[in-house]
């Protein structure tokens, strides 16, 4: 599928992309390559891209032929999560993969993750993985309550509850890394581009 | 610093509220910031300080606050009695208290939320940039408590000309544009959208306000990955009820959005009310 540029109000436009992989590739060079363009907001296959100006033919030209980076050649940092696996959902994952519980960890232990974007809650990063054994469905009644640190999978992703709320991903297990640290500088520690490993605790 | 007010009451909900924290997405952080900017910006220009000072958004009125030091004060957004130790004047008018004077917002006749300048702006610590209170997210000061004093600093520029405004009439149309998903919707969505009186649900905070009528129909059926969020993004979920996003709207969504409010509508929408009918014009 090509990209498309779609209207977004006065101030925006949303861009539509090939897919997952072209939306996380492109959104680095969006805004250098734009001046326009003041925020990239990243979605599942969109950017959304807030304007300080009306974008010019030659600009909507360019974000409609831009090449993304290459999936796998993320060069964020990475991240090592140490994991407690003994998520509530770990069994049920293992049944929906059928890979078990102990292959469900080996798997999402094995790779490499990318955080492809952000939202949800400040720190909540969308990670992304090479290995699509671990697609799963989100639980079909979200729970009232996930605690911080829980680590989960819903459709592509996976991702980490930075603080306690509502949820409906599939948890495996929970991390004690701080994911949001107003102290720090940046207070996320997963970023667009970040790499993630999780390991056994 | 040159004074302080000290909280006596603060009223169902008020805020501490300036222009946000944008270009925060990418660590999914909304922008935030006042849910009527047009509303703090005039607030901060009656008393001579910066748009970007920060101003409190009194949510339904119920604000009482008593000065420490001679203080000129403004309030704007919804049209309101403002009283000085028992005295009433308008809103949209610049006030001064004397040391030890009492202010108190009452609630509007219509509309929902209040901005209070003062000249000096108040001295918070920012969060990220911001002095903003976002309630989504739980970024910013904490919603104002009896007793929380707010340090006012020195004034840095000349008083202005003028020491009044005219109040907002009320709006009871917003102007749309079409949003990045319209053709996921029926034809007959577009022109239901635009031709229905809506009624403004029970539903109304900073993060959205609920719209209740007829169902909005859908052309696409399909799940709609996560895609980012604007503040005056008109988004349809599965009950087919549009909801206006407000200034502390999540960073991305799921459900398509139909139309975008523009900026000035994106301020008025912050001003319904629950009850109130509402049109949206494209």
């Known amino acids: ?201 | 610093m040159s004074g302080a007010l000290v909280v006596e009451a603060p009223g169902p909900l008020t805020l501490v509220q300036d222009l946000g924290r944008p270009g925060l997405a990418h660590l999914g952080v909304s922008p935030s910031g006042a849910a009527d900017r047009a509303a703090h910006r005039l607030a901060n220009r009656l008393v001579g300080e910066e748009e970007g000072a920060a101003t409190l958004e009194v949510t339904l009125g119920g604000l009482v606050v008593r000065a420490t030091a001679t203080l000129f004060v403004a309030v704007t957004g919804a049209p309101t009695t403002v009283r000085v130790d028992g005295t009433p004047t308008a809103s949209h008018t610049t006030v001064v208290l004397r040391a030890g004077a009492r202010l108190h917002v009452e609630r509007p006749a219509r509309g929902l939320r209040s901005y209070l300048a003062v000249r000096g702006g108040f001295v918070v610590a920012p969060v990220l940039g911001s002095r903003s209170r976002d309630v989504l997210a739980g970024l910013g000061p904490a919603p104002l408590a009896v007793g929380d004093v707010l340090a006012v600093g020195d004034p840095t520029r000349p008083l202005p000309d003028a020491d009044r405004a005219p109040a907002p009439a009320p709006v009871t149309v917003l102007d749309v544009r079409p949003g990045p998903r319209r053709d996921w919707f029926t034809g007959d969505a577009w022109s239901t959208l635009l031709g229905t009186v809506w009624a403004v649900t029970a539903d109304v905070d900073r993060v959205a306000v609920r719209l209740s009528g007829p169902a909005l129909t859908r052309a696409v059926t399909d799940e709609l990955p996560s895609e980012g969020l604007v503040r005056g993004a008109v988004q349809v979920p599965a009950s087919g009820q549009p909801l206006l996003f407000g200034a502390d709207h999540p960073v991305t969504g799921g459900y398509p959005v139909l139309a975008v409010l523009t900026p000035a509508a994106a301020d008025a929408a912050a001003q319904l009310r629950p009850g109130d009918a509402v049109r949206l014009a494209g």
């Open chain 1, 1 to 201: 599928m090509a990209r498309r540029l779609l209207g977004y109000g006065d101030d925006a436009v949303l861009l539509e992309c090939a897919d997952l992989a072209d939306a996380v590739g492109l959104a680095p060079r969006v805004r250098a390559a734009v001046p326009a363009v003041v925020e990239v907001v990243p979605g599942a296959r969109t950017l959304l891209l807030r304007l300080a100006a009306p974008l010019t033919a030659d600009a909507r030209e360019l974000l409609l032929t831009l090449p993304a980076a290459p999936t796998g050649t993320a060069s964020g940092p990475l991240v090592t999560l140490p994991v407690v696996y003994d998520g509530e959902d770990l069994d049920e994952v293992g049944a929906l993969t059928g890979l078990g519980a102990d292959g469900v960890v080996a798997a999402h232990t094995g790779q490499t993750w990318t955080v492809g974007f952000c939202g949800f809650a400040p720190g909540f990063g969308y990670l992304v993985g090479p290995d699509e054994r671990l697609r799963v469905p989100r639980r079909p009644t979200p729970r009232t309550r996930v605690p911080a640190g829980a680590v989960g999978l819903a459709g592509p992703f996976s991702g980490v509850y930075p603080r306690p709320g509502p949820g409906g991903w599939q948890l495996l297990g929970r991390t004690a890394t701080t994911l949001w640290d107003l102290e720090a500088h940046p207070p996320a520690l997963l970023q667009p581009g970040t790499r993630v490993r999780f390991e056994v605790a």
